[in-house]
């Protein structure tokens, strides 16, 4: 049973941050008709110029002025309003003074028009307000105000003041600085860089970053997505559309401001550490986009990456006639962190044969200034047969005794004839010099050879190669099974919060934040909590009697790190001793922090482990992109290290990996000499379970664990702090990623099927679902797909279990370790209707599990507020016909297609 190839990329809003919506975005980026409002004879203003761009663009379709003042303007009739055009425009430019917009706004609305472009500035507070009241009615989508405009070469269409045209290309461009857009315009077409789209977003009241990012990953005539951006804005929406679109094409992104912004307020070493840069960089890691730091890298990057091919790997060969070069492409590699390829002794041994006994003998192949097109021929040859090669970087440095030129012409032809090779190696190109090199550099051009003026360049080319592939990869690593990880106790975890919440405090005590912690399943020292020194006496003798020493510290909400102030005594051995410590603590605070609130004193077990190692985990809430994790390493010497990593939650086991991966501790966490290896996966868990704990509880604001202590036997927390908030007094900000939903997880029985377990699908079970395909017929998959069998991939695959949930869902239904059906919706760039389709195992066809799956998924689109699924059923498909005729779905009759359009209105859950 099926219907139609919903295993395709499809749109949907963020669950978050409101519609990722591309609905009348093709009348902006694609109109047929423009009308410029605020139309101008005067010479310099703004409205001239935009009336000049748009009728001296080439823009085929009708371009009509509008300005009541005026009859004519340059010859062109000027028209009174929007009501007097022959038809109605698909695009409208305003550019009129602000009170005037959100009438204009309103008139194009009821002329028909679905799409503006307003250029006015100081549009904002009511005024803004007003604008997007009057385009909510035929949802009239509006780019800006206070904006450049919107250049579309391919088509001709120059709506906006910008001083030229840019040159016809494939690039897409976008940009949240009108001033950038200018000089980029300029910049690309003196360089011979083709754009399809410049965008200027300004204020962004309505379209912003995820709109277009959604539309242009359809878009056919833009092969890369180049973004400058200042500040994100709906950071949901924006990863979700990033990350569908990074799937399609490299997206490339130019982040101004890098530098570290936290808040000095911040109550807690997380908070201190979680700058905004690095925020920015967890969405944009999350989001599978590559990131640059300079202008000339973003087309750098888009250059390279649409002109080579994959990497099939990270090693790079160097092929120089100059060894300096050689070494500073060398350096450049190790700086960037990238790797060398070592030369196997088979291609060692063929270079030898056809090279001079002087050449390097190693890698970089240095085949001496002498060397002439014959000897790069011979050399790249063999190179490019070498199996341990991943890319190649030819040099040239121009020399008297052979022609730069003629070893271009060689590399050109020794390129070409490997095109068809598998894998395909990626050849880039650095001829050194100024003139010497003019011709051959555009002769690499012409051929689509990734070329660089200096050996740096070339090498930081192919590390945005690598960086981009890994980029990749992450977006489709399947992570570990981790059948435990899910498991916490929420409602334990709500009580705690409440009850702190009830009492009006903002920040747990110790002995709460490790209750909380343990409801999640992390483990925490043993901790008792005493009113004063005579209390403490009492619980460091429990604690004593099955432990060689105690721990005492201070609880105040006024001091963040007790240990400044002596709040905190080691290995006391003794009751008395702790009583004692206790009295003196008191004493010390008192003196050092007189108005510190003293609330009484944690008594717990010293752990005393040899090998472990002091981590710092936790979260805090970034102004951009709501809860943020971080992981790295701890102790009081936290900020001096500042050794951290940062991640947007909820996290599996793959990003918590990379999440450690990304520090310098985590080589020390492998283990080294006669130190073991720490558990990595109890310190991955660790992470997992806390990003849940953070996820699901709106109330946490900032956590640390500092410090975790992890060793070869796993991980013990020995100290928490939670800042708490009532999220119906100040909402937190929410979610950038939507969590796995948890609360969607059923258990199920049917007669002939036994018990199964109804739950949304995860990345882990990729594996599986391969082994689910191999269970279902030729003609079954017909019927679901519309072909005989889909590409069996691992990246199809891989898109079919790593569901944005924020986007689409789908529904297992699985038992024993094995999937026996799966039931998923896609739904529309509104969320407003969902596509759908349903496949059960063959031998497990008619038993009712097919009608289980459809249940499960139309509660769920109810409860989402969707008002319709819908989707195409082969006339054939007699199974999923009746299926969906006893759910209530409708269905008409298609016949040249020979299928049934299918759908069911749907009531939104109360």
Not at 562 to 572: F, M, P
């Amino acid at each position: 049973m099926g219907n139609c190839g919903l295993y395709k990329p499809c749109l949907q809003p963020s669950f978050t941050q409101g519609p990722v919506t591309v609905r009348n975005l093709e009348k902006l980026l694609a109109p047929r008709s423009v009308a410029l409002v605020g139309a101008s004879p005067e010479p310099r203003t703004v409205g001239s110029i935009i009336a000049h761009n748009l009728l001296h663009g080439g823009f085929a379709g009708p371009v009509w002025l509008v300005n009541p003042r005026h009859a004519s303007i340059d010859g062109v009739p000027c028209f009174a309003s929007l009501d007097a055009l022959p038809e109605a425009p698909d695009l409208v430019v305003v550019a009129t003074p602000p009170a005037t917009v959100p009438a204009v706004i309103g008139q194009a609305v009821v002329r028909g028009t679905r799409a503006a472009v307003v250029i006015t500035a100081g549009i904002s507070g009511p005024l803004r307000q007003a604008m997007l009241d009057a385009a909510r009615p035929c949802c009239l989508r509006i780019q800006g105000p206070n904006c450049l405009g919107l250049l579309l070469p391919h088509i001709g269409l120059n709506a906006s003041f910008a001083h030229r045209m840019p040159v016809a290309g494939d690039l897409a461009f976008i940009s949240q600085s009108g001033a950038l857009v200018t000089a980029i315009i300029d910049w690309t077409a003196t360089r011979g860089i083709g754009l399809s789209q410049v965008i200027s977003l300004g204020d962004m009241a309505d379209v912003d970053f995820g709109d277009f990012l959604d539309y242009l990953a359809g878009d056919t005539t833009s092969r890369a997505i180049l973004i400058y951006m200042e500040q994100m804005t709906a950071a949901a929406k924006f990863v979700s559309a990033a990350r569908r679109a990074s799937r399609a094409k490299p997206v490339i992104i130019l982040k101004a401001g890098r530098s570290a912004t936290a808040a000095k307020a911040a109550k807690s070493h997380t908070g201190a550490l979680a700058g905004s840069d690095a925020a920015y960089n967890a969405a944009f890691r999350r989001a599978g986009v590559l990131r640059v730091n300079e202008l000339r890298q973003l087309f750098d990057a888009a250059e390279i990456l649409s002109a080579a091919p994959a990497l099939s790997g990270e090693r790079l060969t160097i092929l120089t006639n100059g060894g300096g070069a050689g070494v500073l492409a060398t350096d450049a590699l190790a700086d960037l962190g990238g790797r060398l390829t070592e030369l196997p002794a088979s291609t060692i041994a063929r270079l030898q044969e056809v090279l001079p006994a002087t050449w390097s003998g190693g890698n970089p192949v240095d085949i001496i200034g002498d060397a002439g097109p014959e000897r790069y021929g011979a050399a790249m040859q063999a190179l490019l047969a070498d199996n341990a090669t991943n890319a190649l970087l030819v040099m040239n440095c121009p020399t008297a005794l052979a022609s730069s030129e003629a070893a271009a012409r060689i590399v050109v032809s020794e390129a070409a004839a490997h095109e068809g090779d598998r894998p395909r190696k990626v050849i880039l190109t650095s001829w050194l010099g100024d003139a010497a090199a003019t011709s051959s550099r555009r002769m690499f051009g012409e051929s689509d050879i990734p070329t660089f003026e200096t050996p740096e360049a070339a090498v930081e080319g192919f590390m945005q190669l690598v960086r981009y592939r890994r980029a990749q990869d992450e977006l489709m690593q399947v992570p570990p099974s981790a059948p435990g990880a899910m498991l916490f106790d929420a409602l334990a975890a709500e009580a705690i919060l409440r009850e702190a919440l009830a009492a009006g405090r903002s920040m747990l005590s110790e002995a709460e934040a490790k209750n909380l912690l343990t409801s999640y399943g992390i483990p925490c020292v043993r901790t008792l909590t005493a009113a004063n020194p005579a209390e403490v006496e009492l619980r460091a003798s429990e604690i004593l009697r099955d432990h060689r020493a105690c721990v005492i510290k201070i609880v105040s909400d006024d001091i963040t790190h007790k240990s400044d102030v002596g709040g905190v005594r080691l290995a006391i051995t003794s009751a008395r001793e702790a009583r004692v410590a206790a009295e003196e603590m008191l004493g010390n605070v008192r003196q050092l922090r007189p108005s510190a609130v003293i609330r009484g004193f944690t008594v717990q077990a010293m752990v005393e482990r040899a090998n472990a190692h002091e981590l710092i985990v936790g979260a805090s809430e970034d102004a951009t992109v709501g809860p943020l994790m971080m992981f790295g390493a701890g102790g009081t010497s936290v900020e001096v290290t500042a050794d951290t990593a940062h991640a947007l939650p909820p996290l599996d086991l793959k990003l918590a990996y990379q999440m450690m991966r990304e520090t310098r501790v985590y080589r020390l966490l492998k283990g080294y000499r006669d130190r073991p290896a720490a558990n990595l996966e109890a310190i991955a868990l660790a992470l997992v379970r806390l990003s849940y704990l953070v996820a699901r509880h709106a109330e946490i604001r900032e956590l640390d664990i500092n410090p975790l202590l992890a060793d070869e036997h796993g991980v013990v927390a020995l100290d928490a702090r939670v800042g708490i908030a009532d999220p119906a007094v100040t909402p937190r900000k929410p979610l950038t990623v939507r969590p796995y939903p948890v609360e969607w997880e059923r258990t199920a029985a049917l007669a002939d099927v036994g018990s199964f377990t109804l739950r949304p699908i995860r990345p882990d079970d990729e594996p599986q679902y391969e082994r689910f395909f191999a269970k279902i017929s030729p003609d079954d998959l017909r019927m679901r797909f519309f072909t005989a069998a889909p590409e069996r991939t691992f990246r199809f695959f891989a898109r079919m279990t790593q569901i944005d949930y924020a986007r689409e869902m789908a529904f297992v239904a699985a038992a024993r370790d094995e999937l026996l059906g799966v039931a998923r919706l896609i739904a529309d760039p509104d969320y407003r209707r969902a596509e759908f389709a349903v496949i059960v195992r063959s031998d497990l066809k008619g038993k009712g599990l097919g009608y289980a799956l459809m249940q499960h998924l139309v509660a769920y689109a109810r409860a989402e507020g969707l008002s319709e699924l819908f989707g195409d059923v082969l006339a054939a498909n007699t199974t999923m016909l009746k299926l969906c005729s006893e759910l209530g779905f409708t269905a008409v009759l298609d016949p040249h297609a020979r299928l049934f359009r299918v759908s069911l209105a749907l009531v939104p859950a109360s």
